[in-house]
């Protein structure tokens, strides 16, 4: 079957060649014909020319036509194209014929004596379809043109040798998904080379080969249409279609291109979103900070783009106010995060309600829809061993000035929330108080000072208490707690800098010679007022008064006139300075005035450095008094320091002294419990006792009672902690104090004791198997026991 329809094809190529030379034939006869009869009407033109030559100019005589040569001749000769004849040819070989112009000796040649034009190459319409050529007749023996040079044209006539061609091929389209029947998708078009106006060579169909029955094609105008309805892209997205254009008009033997066409169905939003679960659960540790993801969630969307990105809310649940979800816009997923802290201790699980929807609506699809969906989110918090928390997020307190050491000014709670319930350890960060100024009992959190506080010095106090649980040290809470010092009226009123007057010498009474100032460190709310007046003792003072201007200044003014530098040279002017708060501080500064030389208008013209101190007419009797209290006063200084250096002699004199002997002489241990002599420990539990002190018969303690520093008002279960802050405080700033406690109270050791005696004297080891050169490295107060167990310098070098 395939031979047949093979063999007919080529039948039908040869029948249209054959017809092509057919009609290239016929032609040909008619142009030799025509040639002919012009030929035997030009020379009959001619003979009547020439009996007329005398009346006529002589016409030119070419016989010339347009000729039309078939493209692809594939003949062995030479193609005929056609016949120049001139009238002057007399057939004798006189007339030589020429040719010239396009493709002239190259594409065509001409028989110079018969003048047959040919054509020696192939032809080809779709490269040339036309060449213009210029012929002219010339005299053979002396080259000279018979006749002007004419010119005409060698048409190429077209044959069905090209087929139809889609230069753009292959093609890219799409089209929406679920589009009509009809839609168009693109439209094609084939370019044939062939003349167009020569027969059906150029006239191109379109049909379409591989595609259907998605698609169809329309066969003049090569548009592709939508043939299927409800064509779904998530079923199948991409196809490829075949077109085929044909020339002839689509007839048998045509020649037919093809190109192929990819169309890709473009997304719609016709699928709603589906959650993959309708429950989800969760967990996040209560710990996790404000804005922690806590997880995510996804609404599956079959759709892609913008018809698939969501928008996710929380449309109902107990935790709409504690989590939040966000869109990822990346991959369209649901980003659940914290909105407020989180408890375990409070609440222990949240349940939302989250909806998932398109932001993209398509109205031609909303009978798919509804394009959103909902699931439920259970999450659980789980418990964390977290830090103590304080009743307070900080902690402001203002402290007078002079309150008195360990007096408790505020009190901070801290509690374990967890499920456990630990018990909590207080403590200040050490960094936060590098003065010490302050302590906290480890249990009720009472915050007390340690040391005296100074507006002046330091007037406020930023300490961090840190709250630790018992069971688990590694969880620490801490506070911060802000003192501001409150200002007392502790320090007196002083001159604001060092005064120095001058009085002339022809000053007159009642002249204004300074003016003075004060300061005062402390800040009354009320600012500062100051009171001047003149000491007591110089109250009479005939010389100088002080008039107070009540604005915090004062002026000193002469009481009389006629100063003189012999007489008296210098004063000095006691003045008594007070403020107005209470209690009253007051303070007493001197004021110095000199008495200098001044011209007339009042400038200083010299002052003497001498001051007044001794009479001039001081007796030589009284000299010699002065000078003898003088002599006496320092025999007695010299002597009390000499008993004082005789008292503080070492005991060990002697350097092969049994040691242990003298240690003896420094053994303060007490006797255990039994020790009833060495101090009456009732003073620790009742303070207001403890000014009359027992002390102990033996030996003298350096150290006064300081039970004074004790506050009164303050007498609780924490009285004993109070008394023993007052006393480390007097220790510690007391630089001559002795190694030794104070209290003189050994009630927890010796013989007497469970623990045993606490003292090295009884020890089977001896001095020789110990090393205590340590001992140089504790400072001062261990010189004289480093002296005596430590290896020196010069034992080594003897030994």
């Not at 077109?243 to 291109?257: E, H, P, R, V």
């Not at 009978?367 to 061993?385: A, C, K, L, N, W």
Request: net charge negative.
């Amino acid at each position: 079957m395939g031979d047949k329809h093979l063999l007919k094809s080529r039948l039908c190529l040869c029948l249209i060649i054959l017809a092509h030379l057919l009609h290239a034939t016929a032609e040909e006869p008619t142009l030799q014909t025509r040639g002919k009869n012009e030929k035997q009407s030009n020379e009959t033109l001619l003979q009547s020319d020439e009996t007329l030559e005398h009346h006529q100019r002589v016409k030119r005589g070419w016989v010339w036509n347009q000729f039309f040569v078939l493209e692809e001749y594939t003949g062995s000769e030479p193609l005929y194209v056609g016949k120049l004849h001139s009238d002057m040819d007399r057939g004798d070989g006189s007339i030589k014929y020429i040719l010239s112009g396009e493709g002239a000796g190259t594409m065509f040649t001409i028989d110079d004596n018969t003048g047959d034009i040919h054509a020696i190459q192939r032809l080809d319409r779709e490269v040339k379809a036309q060449y213009i050529l210029r012929a002219q007749a010339l005299q053979r023996r002396t080259g000279m043109p018979l006749e002007p040079e004419s010119e005409f044209i060698v048409k190429i006539q077209d044959i069905n040798d090209n087929e139809p061609q889609f230069l753009d091929g292959p093609y890219i389209a799409s089209v929406p998904e679920m589009s009509v029947i009809g839609t168009s998708v693109l439209q094609l078009t084939a370019t044939d080379a062939d003349d167009p106006t020569y027969g059906n060579s150029a006239r191109v169909v379109y049909s379409i080969l591989h595609g259907q029955p998605y698609f169809s094609v329309e066969p003049r105008t090569g548009i592709i249409r939508v043939t299927l309805p409800n064509m779904d892209r998530e079923a199948k997205e991409h196809y490829e279609v075949i077109i085929q254009a044909k020339d002839m008009a689509g007839q048998l033997g045509g020649l037919a291109g093809t190109t192929t066409v990819n169309i890709t169905l473009s997304d719609v939003n016709d699928n709603p979103p589906k959650f993959a679960q309708k429950l989800y659960q969760m967990s996040v540790p209560e710990s996790s900070p404000v804005g922690s993801i806590v997880g995510r969630v996804r609404a599956k969307d079959l759709d892609e783009g913008i018809n698939a990105e969501m928008r996710y809310t929380i449309i109902d649940g107990d935790g709409r106010d504690t989590f939040d979800i966000s869109t990822d816009p990346t991959n369209q997923v649901g980003i659940i995060t914290i909105r407020k802290p989180l408890d375990f201790e409070g609440k222990k699980s949240y349940t939302l309600k989250v909806e998932g929807a398109n932001t993209q609506l398509d109205h031609r699809f909303l009978r798919m829809g509804p394009f959103s969906d909902v699931t439920i989110i259970h999450i659980s918090v789980e418990d964390v061993d977290e830090p103590p928390q304080f009743d307070s997020k900080f902690y402001y307190v203002e402290v007078p000035e002079d309150v008195a050491i360990g007096t408790v000014f505020q009190t901070v709670s801290a509690k374990d929330l967890d499920v456990s319930n630990n018990s909590v350890r207080y403590s200040i960060e050490r960094n936060s108080d590098p003065g010490r100024y302050f302590y906290i009992d480890i249990i009720s959190g009472a915050l007390m000072t340690a040391r005296p506080l100074d507006r002046e010095e330091v007037s406020w106090h930023n300490i961090t208490v840190m709250a630790m649980e018992m069971t688990n040290p590694t969880q620490i809470g801490s506070v911060s707690v802000t003192v501001k010092v409150i200002d007392v009226n502790d320090n007196p009123p002083e001159l604001a800098k060092y005064y120095e007057a001058f009085v002339c010498e022809n000053t007159k009474a009642g002249q204004l010679i300074q003016t003075v100032t004060a300061m005062d460190l402390d800040d009354p709310l009320g600012g500062q007022h100051f009171y001047y007046s003149l000491a007591p003792e110089a109250a009479n003072n005939p010389n100088f008064t002080l008039r107070d201007n009540q604005d915090n200044t004062a002026w000193i003014v002469t009481r009389r006139g006629g100063f003189s530098q012999q007489e008296w040279s210098i004063y000095y002017l006691p003045i008594l300075i007070s403020d107005g708060e209470q209690p009253v501080q007051s303070s007493t500064s001197t004021l110095t005035i000199r008495v200098c030389s001044c011209d007339t208008e009042g400038n200083v013209m010299s002052c003497t450095a001498e001051a007044y101190t001794l009479p001039v007419s001081l007796s030589r009797g009284a000299l010699i008094a002065i000078l003898a209290c003088i002599f006496v006063l320092l025999v007695m200084i010299l002597l009390i320091l000499s008993l004082r250096s005789q008292r503080k002699k070492p005991y060990l004199t002697d350097a092969e002294e049994n040691v242990h002997e003298n240690i003896v002489r420094y053994d303060d241990e007490g006797g255990g419990e039994q020790d009833t002599e060495a101090f009456d420990i009732a003073a620790m539990w009742n303070p207001r006792e403890s000014q009359v002190v027992k002390f102990r018969q033996d030996m003298v303690p350096e150290i006064e009672s300081l039970s004074r520093y004790v506050p009164q008002n303050y007498m609780g279960d924490s009285n004993v902690h109070c008394y023993v802050l007052a006393k480390l405080y007097e220790a510690d700033v007391d630089p001559c104090a002795p190694p030794y406690d104070s209290l003189q109270t050994y009630a927890y050791e010796g013989e007497g004791s469970v623990a045993d005696s606490l003292s090295s004297l009884q020890s089977v080891t001896t001095n020789t198997d110990l090393d205590y050169d340590y001992l140089s490295d504790w400072g001062p107060r261990f010189k004289k026991l480093s002296d005596m167990y430590g290896v020196s310098e010069m034992d080594n070098a003897l030994w």
